[in-house]
């Protein structure tokens, strides 16, 4: 749990202005409802394995968020192997970037609301995948990651245990580690247009 | 399940090159080694809520792909409201964007297999986050996504039934969906750098 008492506090730490991290979380723990976010992606397909995807607004904090001018574009492709042109990184590969990203962002947060001065963060991800499950030639092979692999390399100013646990919890309050981790229900429905 | 049986083959069908990909099929039916792939991503911090990721090798087919030229690069940010400045979209955002080409693309492949024409797809997604999770505040709330609708619009030379099975087929074997619908473990270790 995040507390004010926790952090040695600094105004400026990993990045991130504490003062402001503070007010925020203490907003929230007075109105529990700022905590509710909605975030959307608008994906349209192109031909193929291409498709692209906007991304813009969002609601948070009790409001739409109107802070971006313009949307964020990405275009998901497929390799050769996988009968694409390497039209965009494929969607796997998206999906292994958003988790580093979210596990380093996490951690960072956490080790400033510790007093942590985090120094540099690298890591590499790895993630097995069969295609068997995708193509449902075997019905026992699940179509998604059977596991995937974080090695994490962290220079920090704290010691060995207080690493330990800064990366044990990131891992567990992380959202997209947590998406991946449990399970998350994806509702589909369609109309035709 | 994919059969070349199952297809009114034509040579190319919603972009793909059908006959590549009853080849492909085969080949993993007759040496199932050939569906194992490890994807991969390298991850900096560059500071508070961004980072960055390089996303170029992987493994598959039996090989290491060597068809990427130059890596893919993707800038992870967090909005002004939690404490960014839109260095780029967030990392829950990323996630709806690999979300969203996965069931496209899952759908479009599976749609060649069957003889179907895909006309057109988009999809709006949105995902409900409540970040008592992720800030500690509450540990009954999950950090992860609550539950995500995609809502499809989609166009194609088929019935209604068949779109029905189409995507309750991709719904259950797109790579990413299945990541996000079933518990999938995330091995986090790490080395002071």
Known sequence: MVTKAMAKVEAQLNGIDTARMFETIEAIRSDPALARFEFRASNAWVSGGEN???IQGFYGAGREDDSRAAPFV???GEPPVLLGDNEGANPVEFLLHA???CVTTTTV???AARG???EAIS???EGDLNLLGLLGLDEAVSPGYERIRMKMTIRADCSAEALDALLAFA???SPVCSTVCRPVPVELTWVRG
């Open 52 to 54: 692209r995807s906007t």
């Open 74 to 76: 990405f275009t998901n």
């Open 99 to 101: 988790l580093a990203g």
């Open 109 to 111: 947060l956490h080790a």
């Open 116 to 118: 942590i001065r985090i």
């Open 123 to 125: 890591t590499e991800l």
């Open 171 to 173: 891992h567990g309050h």
